[in-house]
């Protein structure tokens, strides 16, 4: 039986202490929240422009030139599982700020002279992610749970806005410091140290709380039992998943696709970017419209339609409706992670929920992701075009619909 907004179990937040510090201003949270999600892309974004370079440095080949954004999509799904057990233990202020320090060492980690040392630094990068991609959604469920879709659009947000930063300042960075790929991409290390230094303050402030938390524990958030045989869960999952797969294949390809139409490889990074620019917008507004409302049924079935749009535009006309399209994609791509992270804390009654939904959804949601651009590359290798991975994609938008369709009723877990 559904369960109406009203009937939803209320979340336990820790006592409040009789003086509070200046440490638990919303605006040093707020704050902390904004620069910690404008690291959660931005390496991984900021990486795309400088591939080609990274090839001819080590010599590597093609298939092993685009493990470079393919390995931390990987791992984002593997350490994604781990998460939950370290908010346990450490809880969620240290946790953050212990992945935002652990992604500044895989960026230099990662422009060492060293192949070997490249790819651990990928190993890294996605795994410190996947640590914050799990615990801000149950952070943000804990600090703002009568406004939890509206911080989720926040954060998606910024994430966005960090990825369309990195991308666009990479080459222009690499000019202005004359150091190469290598000074480029080691800069993103300094974004997350201002990033760590900005969140120290919730670290301490937690440490200070620590008694009236415990306080608090007589009813702490229990895990959800049976989580991973709960339908619900893997529409959810499934929902995050598909849409990943078709965000980081177009991330991959679609300036190839474009060029390869005949389109002049210029125009076609300016369309893809303009294609970024717009997910910012969808981002923001879905989680606030899904927010909004009971049940969110349409509103991913409205997603679907658009990317399953977006997509046959590239098939049909991939030049003259290319602008066309990479708004379409761009609202689509961005509502929906946007919406996959709203269903998170929507979903959950609790902020342990929403850390073990997270964990679950995010580990198959990066794993299913991880095979885009690397099958999308098999499959026009094979039949020699692009059109057999676009309707591929337009099957796996209809599946992506029907799992919203699931995951948007009015139900916790």
């Not at 009789?18 to 605006?27: E, Q, S």
């Not at 804990?142 to 806005?161: H, I, K, N, W």
């Not at 900005?198 to 009813?219: C, D, G, I, M």
Request: charged content about 10%.
């Amino acid at each position: 039986m559904a369960v109406t907004r009203a009937q939803q179990p209320v979340v336990t937040t820790p006592a409040p202490l009789p003086v509070r510090t200046r440490l638990a201003h919303p605006a040093l949270l707020l704050t902390g929240i904004v620069l910690v999600a404008l690291n959660m892309r931005a390496c991984l974004a900021a990486v795309s422009p400088m591939v080609a370079e990274i090839q001819r440095t080590f010599g590597l080949s093609a298939t092993a030139s685009g493990l470079i954004t393919t390995v931390p999509v990987l791992f984002q799904g593997v350490g994604a599982p781990l998460t939950p057990r370290l908010t346990r233990r450490f809880g969620a202020e240290r946790v953050v700020l212990g992945a935002v320090l652990v992604l500044g060492a895989g960026v230099l980690l990662r422009v060492l002279p060293s192949a070997f040392a490249l790819y651990a630094g990928c190993v890294v990068i996605g795994v410190a992610i996947a640590v914050l991609n799990v615990s801000m959604p149950g952070l943000v469920k804990r600090e703002f749970p009568d406004r939890a879709a509206t911080m989720t659009g926040v954060y998606s947000t910024t994430m966005l806005v960090g990825a369309t930063l990195a991308a666009g300042t990479s080459v222009p960075l690499e000019h202005a410091l004359g150091g190469g790929w290598r000074a480029s991409l080691g800069t993103w290390s300094l974004l997350a140290l201002v990033a760590a230094v900005a969140w120290l303050p919730q670290v301490l402030r937690s440490r200070q709380e620590k008694a009236a938390a415990v306080a608090a524990a007589a009813q702490p958030g229990k895990p959800i039992e049976g989580l991973w045989k709960s339908p619900l869960a893997w529409q959810i999952s499934l929902f995050m998943g598909i849409s990943s797969l078709l965000v980081y294949t177009l991330v991959a390809w679609m300036p190839t696709i474009l060029a390869d139409h005949g389109m002049d490889r210029g125009q076609a990074g300016l369309v893809f970017a303009f294609s970024n620019l717009v997910q910012v917008a969808g981002a923001f507004l879905v989680p606030l419209m899904a927010g909004r409302m009971t049940s969110q049924r349409a509103l991913a079935v409205t997603m679907a339609a658009l990317n399953g749009l977006g997509i046959a535009l590239l098939l049909v006309a991939p030049v003259s409706g290319a602008w066309v399209s990479a708004a379409i994609l761009g609202v689509a791509q961005g509502g929906s992670l946007g919406l996959g992270l709203a269903f998170i804390v929507l979903r959950t009654g609790t902020a342990a929920g929403a850390a073990q939904l997270g964990g679950m959804s995010q580990a198959i949601g990066y794993l299913v992701a991880a095979a885009g651009p690397v099958g999308a590359g098999a499959l026009h290798q094979l039949t020699g075009g692009w059109e057999a991975t676009l309707m591929l994609m337009l099957v796996l938008v209809v599946v992506v619909g029907a799992a919203g369709f699931g995951a948007g009723r009015n139900k916790t877990l």
